[in-house]
């Protein structure tokens, strides 16, 4: 099917540039923005769905996979090492921040790297 839109002078220049670096059609760039701005809805039939959950449920536990609890040792790595200290919430929180900007970046650079960014 074939559709005509008449886009601003500024995003058909982006459009194109997004072409030109991808080395495709505009039509293609244009395609795949808008396969991610509008996905396929999967079909799902009922009856087959149903019958997948009713043999979920009526499937019986496996009794090997249930263990017994047991104690952490003490020199476990779970454990914190310095008893003495006491929790420090801000140094805490700024060291989480640092996690989360520097996952922030990660996935930044991998999407302008796939050309998703």
Request: hydrophobic share 40%; glycine share 4%; with cysteine.
């Amino acid at each position: 099917m074939s559709t005509t839109v008449s886009l601003k002078d500024d995003l058909a220049r982006r459009l194109q540039r997004e072409a030109d670096l991808l080395r495709t059609s505009i039509d293609s760039v244009a395609n795949g923005l808008l396969e991610r701005l509008f996905p396929s809805h999967v079909a799902i039939n009922d009856s087959e769905l149903s019958a997948v959950v009713t043999r979920i449920r009526s499937t019986p536990p496996d009794a090997t996979a249930i263990r017994p609890a047991c104690q952490i040792p003490n020199e476990s790595l779970l454990l914190p090492q310095d008893d003495a200290g006491e929790f420090n919430e801000r140094e805490w929180n700024q060291q989480w921040a640092d996690v989360e900007s520097s996952m922030k970046a990660r996935a930044l650079l991998n999407e302008m790297t796939e050309g998703r960014g």
